[in-house]
């Protein structure tokens, strides 16, 4: 779980004025933390139903050690930066020779997951503001067209329909982009989901059989989680089935199918309050139906839990395809599949590193690119796009997913900013 205000970024919002756990969970993501050395100051039993049912509003310090006593986020996300604003922080951002970044849209509030529709739509979800928007007209046109919903932060489109989740709920919207002005009643496909607030954002992924694939996270930073959670599972929309994909899965809220092999490959955000340096967070590569990825015995591929260990080896479980660095906060991804780009990023994954909260200096706040081959063994990353970090507890933005436009473009939904940009190339 991953996720101080600069002068370019609006004024901040107070908890007081937030009504919802998930509201609540919103202003974590968004401002700073520390590092956890010394002995835990904080603790909840985060075993029992009653706490995952009903988390107290700082559910997320439950392991919080001395050094970081007193340093929880003190108030929510920042609202939509303006275009201005948008623009000069821009000009920070390095890329590659030959890629320019651009504001896309603007008035994105809380920005997530990100898809399009078949007419040119580009529909986008939210953390905390329960809204999903569309966006047309090439970024000109920015609308809520669902609002009060829960924590709409995955959406997904196939066959002319919308699907959103909410927590604890898979919503069809049919014929979609014929009625952005007045949505249809979303007509519920799967609600085989625990309704917990903590971790329960989530993600999703469509492969070519018309299968959703939906992360489930643990109620808690790390515990013993109920058996219904710390999974990927892929859902039929069509007739309600599912069945596991991944188990021992902590928090996922990115994930893609490989074009190369149909394989579905997710990004794994670790646990917190170990250090500022471990547990590292997670690519992983879902080869065989079922594996198992530690969560909650080990962490990053080869790093017991000091207290749920409980004498599992973590030579049992399924190891990470790549580690991608302590508190980077990876969320979406996608393979390139664009034709812009040159040859050499064909098929590569991009991913949103939303960045840091509980670290004396943030890392992440970029996007990275991984090259890998189809089974995953030649694998290495690279930053692609870096420069939303503004000082040691600062971010003028932050990276929440990426898809790829049908120009080959590609686009960065930013949830701390407001905003997508489009990031092209040209010679």
């Known amino acids: 779980m991953r996720n101080s205000v600069t002068g370019a970024i609006a004024r901040p919002l107070g908890l007081g004025a937030m009504a919802s756990v998930a ?56 609202l939509p930066a303006s275009m201005a604003d948008l623009e000069k922080n821009l000009k920070a951002i390095k890329l590659p020779k030959g890629f320019k970044i651009s504001v896309y849209a603007a008035g994105v509030n809380s ?38 919903l829960k924590m709409p932060t995955g959406v997904a489109f ?21 009625n952005l002005d007045k949505m249809p009643e979303g007509k519920v ?13 989530k993600y999703l992924t469509f492969d070519k059989q018309g299968w959703l694939y939906v992360p489930f996270g643990p109620p808690c930073n790390v515990c013993l989680p109920p058996t219904s959670l710390s999974q ?49 967070d997670k690519l992983n590569h879902v080869a065989k139906i079922g594996a198992h990825y530690g969560y909650p015995y080990c962490h990053q591929g080869d790093m017991p839990d000091p207290k749920y260990a409980m004498g599992h080896k973590c030579s049992e479980f399924t190891p990470p395809a790549l580690k991608l660095g302590a508190h980077v906060a990876p969320l979406g991804m996608k393979f390139y599949t664009g034709k812009q780009f040159p040859a050499e990023y064909a098929n590569n994954i991009f991913i949103a590193n939303h960045g840091s909260w509980n670290r004396h200096k943030y890392r992440g706040g970029e996007i990275v690119r991984v090259t890998t081959d189809a089974q995953g063994k030649k694998i290495k990353q690279q930053t692609f796009a870096t420069g939303w ?27 701390w900013a407001g905003a997508v940009y489009r990031i092209s190339y040209g010679k």
């Open 23 to 78: 509201s609540v969970c919103a202003a974590l993501f968004m401002l700073p933390a520390t590092q956890a050395q010394a002995q835990a100051v904080k603790s909840y039993d985060s075993t029992k139903k009653d706490f995952w049912e009903h988390p107290p509003a700082d559910w997320f310090l439950g392991d919080e050690t001395e050094s970081q006593k007193g340093l929880a986020p003190p108030s929510g996300p920042a």
């Open 111 to 148: 920005a997530r997951q990100m898809t399009w529709g078949d007419k040119g739509t580009l529909f986008v979800g939210s953390f905390g503001v329960g809204t999903v928007y569309a966006i047309t007209d090439n970024g000109k046109t920015v609308k809520p067209i669902i609002t009060g």
């Open 232 to 280: 990927v599972r892929r859902i039929n929309p069509a007739t309600g089935e599912a069945e596991m994909v991944a188990i021992g899965v902590r928090n996922s809220v990115g994930g893609d199918i490989d074009p190369r092999t149909g394989d579905y490959w997710f990004t794994e955000n670790a646990r917190d309050w170990v250090s500022d340096d471990m547990p590292s």
């Open 389 to 415: 970090i503004t000082g040691d507890q600062a971010y003028s933005g932050r990276p929440a997913d990426v898809v790829v436009a049908a120009d080959g473009s590609l686009l960065v939904a930013d949830d």
């Open 158 to 178: 196939r066959d002319g329909s919308l699907y959103v989740v909410d927590i604890d709920r898979i919503l069809k919207y049919e014929n979609a982009e014929a």
């Open 189 to 201: 496909v799967y609600n085989d989901m625990p309704a917990y607030a903590a971790h329960g954002w």
